[in-house]
């Protein structure tokens, strides 16, 4: 049975994801390179074999400690992957910081599996143009900025409207038992959720945030 340990770190405290066994996991999120979030990841790797860094998106606080893994592969949407770049000059402007990035990021295919961590790959646009959420046996869902309890990403930074919507209305598609884990705030159930996503209006612009 997975386990899922929760750490709120960098300064949008954003979820940092461990998943995993007592013998493997992964981490998703990794979205804080300050020495004490990372001692604090490491911590609750704790000696097991860390099979992946996955990021469901690139905005800074979701990456920020993405580099500081050198020996784990990264892996990410493609259409993220094409935008890594553009994600430094974002950081620069909101933090002032120069984005490290990983060196190396790989593309995310529609099923992952890492020992005995398997999980589909759902693209989620609409925060950014290769957002994901991370769905797990059916069970809990990693959503990244898609969807957050009783709310959803913004879509005026590399997003768009149309997409977040069509986003939103397939997730409400999904089993209404499967727990959300967030990429910020605090975790949620899908049923709870469907009322808000099938109210929404369907947007006729492009860039407008909730």
């Not at 984005?99 to 990021?105: D, E, F, N, R």
Request: hydrophobic share 35%; charged share 25%; proline share 3%.
């Amino acid at each position: 049975m997975l386990k899922i340990e929760n750490l709120r770190i960098g300064e949008l405290k954003a979820n940092c994801y461990i998943i995993g066994n007592d013998k493997e996991c992964i981490v998703v999120d990794p979205g804080s390179d300050a020495i004490k979030d990372l001692e604090l990841i490491k911590k609750i790797i704790d000696g097991r074999n860390c099979k992946a860094i996955i990021l469901t998106h690139s905005h800074f606080d979701h990456i920020d400690g993405a580099h500081a893994f050198e020996q784990i592969t990264t892996y990410a949407h493609v259409e993220e992957i094409k935008t890594l770049k553009s994600q430094q000059v974002i950081s620069k402007m909101f933090t002032g910081k120069t984005l490290i990035l990983p060196k190396k990021v790989s593309e995310l295919e529609k099923h992952m599996k890492f020992g005995k961590i398997e999980f589909e790959v759902i693209h989620t646009p609409g925060h950014t143009k290769g957002g994901v959420c991370l769905l797990f046996n059916n069970k809990f869902m990693l959503t990244g900025d898609t969807l957050f309890k009783e709310t959803y990403g913004r879509t005026d930074v590399g997003g768009n409207d149309k997409e977040m919507y069509a986003s939103l209305q397939m997730l409400a598609e999904m089993n209404d038992e499967i727990i959300i884990y967030p990429g910020h705030g605090r975790s949620t159930i899908l049923g709870n959720e469907k009322r808000w996503i099938r109210e929404l209006p369907k947007p006729n612009t492009q860039t407008k945030s909730p």
